[in-house]
C-alpha cells in the first residue's frame, strides 16, 4: 500500500526513480498534517528557484512534494514540525523564500559575513553582522558557557551555547553554519566529474557514501545503471568507510570517558583499515574513486588477498576490546544512562544511523531501499532501545561485525565484468538515498541537456540529529557534553554545506 | 583479567610502530624529525590545530598523527588546546567568509615567535571551494603562511614531513 499515493499532485516527467509531484497550497497542509500525525517522515525540505522541495518517506516508499512560490513564501513545515525548522532556516538564507507562519526567524547559514544575502536567489546585497539571540532559559542561578567555535580539539568548528544551574545543563542550543562554503552554489553549472568530486567532499569522513548517493542520483536521473561489478566495489568500500569510521568513533568515545587505551587500539585498528583502502584504492579516504557510471578504479588479487588479511585481522583483535569495553565498570558508569535520547523523538525526527538504531527506530536505506548489492548480502540491523551513549556505542560495535561479514560477502561473491558504463547526455532529475555510517544521506539534482548540474540538494543525516543531540544533553551536566557529543559524531560541514 | 588482557593487547603493536612495518621512508622521516628537533630547535614544538571550514578530510589525517603509527609525541610534537599555548597554527579548509575572524583572532592570540602551516589543498589556494562567494580562500589572505602541505587530504606520513621542513625554517 501506497501511503503516500494520498498526495496527489502534476507528476513531473523524468524524475526517477521515485515520484516528484507539482502540488497545491492544500497538499502541501495534508503533507505537513501527516508528518505531525507520523503517518511518514520527513527526509529533506530544500530550496530551488521559486520552488520548495519536501521528500517524504513511509516505509520503502519515497515521494516528492513541490511547492511554486509563487509571491516568495510558502506555508512553514518547521512551525508543526520542528525537524523542519533549521531546513526552512537555511531555505531563507540562500534562497530568500519566506515560511509562513514560521517559529523561529533567525538566519542559520547566513551570519551577515557574505557580502550578498540570498546567494542562491535573487542576491542581494548583504547586511552586516548582527548579534545572533540566542534562545534563553531562566531562572536563579542559571548562567551561560558559551563554547566556540573553535574548540579545544582537533574538530570542527561550530558554537555551543549552555544555560547551566551548577553543574546540570538546562539548556544547550547549537550554532553552526561556520564552515558554510556554498557548496550547492559551486554544483550550479558543473559537470558530472567536478560535481561528483564536490559532493565528495561535503563531509570527508562520509567521502565514499556521497559520492555513491550523488552517483546513483545522477543515474537515477539519466535512466541507467552502474555495471555490476561497480556496485559491488561501491559497498566495499561503503563499508570499509563504515569500518574505519566506527571503529574511530568507539576508540573517541572512550577516550572523551577518560579511557584512552581504547583509543590506542581502535587507532591502530582503523589505521590498517585506511592502509588498506590505500593499497586497493590509491587512497586512504578512497576519494574519488566512486563516480557517476560507476568506480574508478579496480580491485586486484593482491587487493582481495589484503582485504582478506585485514577482515581476520580486525575480527581477532576486536572481541578483546568489545570485552574490555564491556567489563571497565568506570567507563560503563559514564556510557550507561548518559545522554539519553527518548524513542519518541528519534522517530519523529527521522534520526538515521547509530543515533536512530540506538533509540529503537528501526531503520537502515541498506535494507529499507534494498539498492544493489544489498538486496544480495545478509546482513542484521542491531537496534537498541536505552537511547544513551552505551547504546549507540553497541550499535557501532554490532555494525562493525556486521561490515566485517559484508566485506566477506563481496570478496567472496565479486561479479566479474567492466567497472564503468558511458554516460549519457540528456536531462532530467534523480534522487537516492544511500546509507552512510552515521544515517541516510539523501541526494537530489537536476541535470540539463549538456551534462551539467541545474540544481543539486545534499542532505546530511545529521540535519535529524544536531537537535536530539540538544535534548538528550538536557539534565545532563557540563562535563559529559564532550561523550556525548562524539557519541552523537554528528557533521558539521556535512549540514553547513 | 584485566591484566591480561592489557598485555596481550599492548604486546605487539606499541613496541615496533616504525621499524617493524618495513615502512623505509617514515623511519627515516621520523629520524630525520628527531635530529631537527634536538639540533635546531632543542625543545618540543607546540601545535595549535585549526578547522576553517574544511570537510573534516584533514582533521581525520591530523588526528591520525597520534596513533600508535605515527605516534608525533615522541618527537616533541603535540596537540595543544590553547593557542596561548601554541608555536604553530596548522589551518585546514578554504577559510569560510564565516572562520575568518576566528582565523585571525586564533593567530592573534598565539605569542611569537609563530609559524603558520597551511594543511591540505583547501588552505592552500581553497581547492575544490575556490571562487566560491562563501569563501576567502586561502589562509594566506587572512594571515601570513610559512609552509604548505599538499594533498586533499594530506597523508600522516606528508603532514610529519612538511613539520620537518618547518623545524629546518624556524630555527634559522
Ligand atoms: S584539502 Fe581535501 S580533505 Fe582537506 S579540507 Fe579540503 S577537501 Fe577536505
Redesign the pocket.
Known sequence: MRELAALTGRQVERHHPWPRMLVSTDRWQDAINGLVEGRWTLSGLWGDVGVVHMALMAGSDLSVLSLPCLDGHFPSVGRLHAPAARLERTISDLFGLVPLGAIDTRPWLDHGNWGLRYPLGTSQDGAAPEPYPFLSAEGEGIHQVPVGPVHAGIIEPGHFRFHANGETIVRLEARLGYTHKGIEGLMRGADLDRASKLAG?VS?DSTVAYAIAFARASEAALMMEAPDRAQWLRALMAELERLANHLGDIGAICNDASFSLMLAHCAILRERVLRAADACFGHRLMRDCVMPGGVTRDLDLAGVSSLKLLVTEVRTRFPSLVALYDNTTSLQDRTVATGALKAGLALTFGAGGYVGRASGRDFDARRALAYPPYDQLSFEVSVFQEGDVNARVWVRIREVEQSLSLIDQILGGLPDGPIHAPLSVQAGEGMALVEGFRGDILVWLRLNGEGRVERCHLRDPSWFQWPLLEAAIEGNIVADFPLCNKSFNCSYSGCDL | MRRLLFQALMASPLTEPLSRDGDAALAELASQLNRATQARLGRSLSIRELDAG?????ELEINALSNAYYDLERFGLRFVASPRHADVLMV???VTKNMRDALRQTYEAMPRPKWVVAT???AIDG??FAGSPAVVGAAAQVIPVDLVIH???PSPASILQGLVALMGQSAK
Open positions: 567532499r570527508g | 574544511s570537510c573534516n578530510g584533514c585546514t579548509g578554504p591540505g589543498d583547501c581547492g575544490c594533498g586533499c587530504p
